[in-house]
Structure formats: structure tokens, C-alpha cells
């Protein structure tokens, strides 16, 4: 049987299309869901793809993940310069985890440079839009290869 990747979407993520498109594009997160699943498929993984507005179902998941899932690829959102929680409880599973920004977050405000999830993950990538979704499951298929 395939690898199994859980793809975990933050706070505002569901407004994809409508918020922004000027930064963040006009796909919405359904297409992202239906590319990701495409690539997933292509890639021989199985995918379950969440999306929440709140922390603590954000954590249930990646603590959820630990009997379910070989990998995650995380897209936390604001979250991603706040959340000490979630940091750990990625470390705390300690399932190899992609971080994922549709924006580069680097080209915008300072507070968006810091990220609590990228020291805890075995890369980050940002800036490519929808794409950086499918360059994340190529990313953890590479990084299982890899492992090998």
C-alpha cells in the first residue's frame, strides 16, 4: 500500500478565490484540493485534505495523523507566525511535514518572515501559488525515496 499524506489548511484558507487575489490568486481551495488529489494520485499516495479556522481542530489533526498518516504538508495559515502549538505539536508526531504558502511570505510584511512551523519541517515551500500544493507532494515523495 502507498504512503497516506494529510494536507492541513489554515484560518482564511477557505476564502481562497474571493480573498485577495491579488497576493493569493484566484483558485479556489476546492481546485487545490482536486490538483492535490490528482498529484497524489499520480504520486501512488493516498490524500485526506482539512481545512479549519481554529487551532485546536488544526492539532486534533496532526495528533490524529500519527496513526493514520506517513506525512503532512501544512499550509497554517496566520497561523504559521503564531502558533507555538502547533510547532509542537508537529515535533511531537514527528511525521516529516512540508510547509506550504500560496504567497512568497517573504516578499510582504515583516511579521510574515518569522514561521514557527519551518523548524520543525524538512522544507518549505512558498510563492508558487497553487502549484506550491503539488511541489510539496513532490517534495515528501522525494524525501520517502529518499528514506528508502
Given at each position: ?27 479556489t481551495l476546492s481546485d ?62 514527528g511525521l516529516p511535514c512540508?510547509e506550504v504558502h500560496l ?46
Amino acid at each position: 500500500m502507498g504512503k497516506s499524506v494529510l494536507v492541513i489548511n489554515g484560518p482564511n484558507l477557505n476564502l481562497l478565490g474571493k480573498r485577495e487575489p491579488e497576493i493569493y490568486g484566484r483558485t479556489t481551495l476546492s481546485d487545490i484540493e482536486r490538483m492535490c488529489k490528482n498529484c497524489a494520485s499520480n504520486l501512488g499516495f493516498e490524500l485526506a485534505f482539512m481545512q479549519s479556522n481554529h487551532e485546536g481542530e488544526i492539532l486534533d489533526a496532526i495528533h490524529n495523523a500519527v496513526d493514520t498518516h506517513d506525512g503532512i504538508v501544512i499550509n497554517a495559515g496566520a497561523f504559521t507566525h503564531t502558533s507555538v502549538a502547533l510547532m509542537d505539536a508537529l515535533k511531537g508526531v514527528g511525521l516529516p511535514c512540508v510547509e506550504v504558502h500560496l504567497s512568497n511570505t517573504f516578499a510582504r510584511e515583516d511579521f510574515r518572515h518569522h514561521s514557527y512551523i519551518s523548524p520543525v519541517a524538512i522544507g518549505v515551500i512558498c510563492g508558487f501559488g497553487a502549484k506550491s500544493y503539488t511541489l510539496a507532494l513532490e517534495a515528501l515523495a522525494n524525501y520517502f525515496e529518499q528514506q528508502k
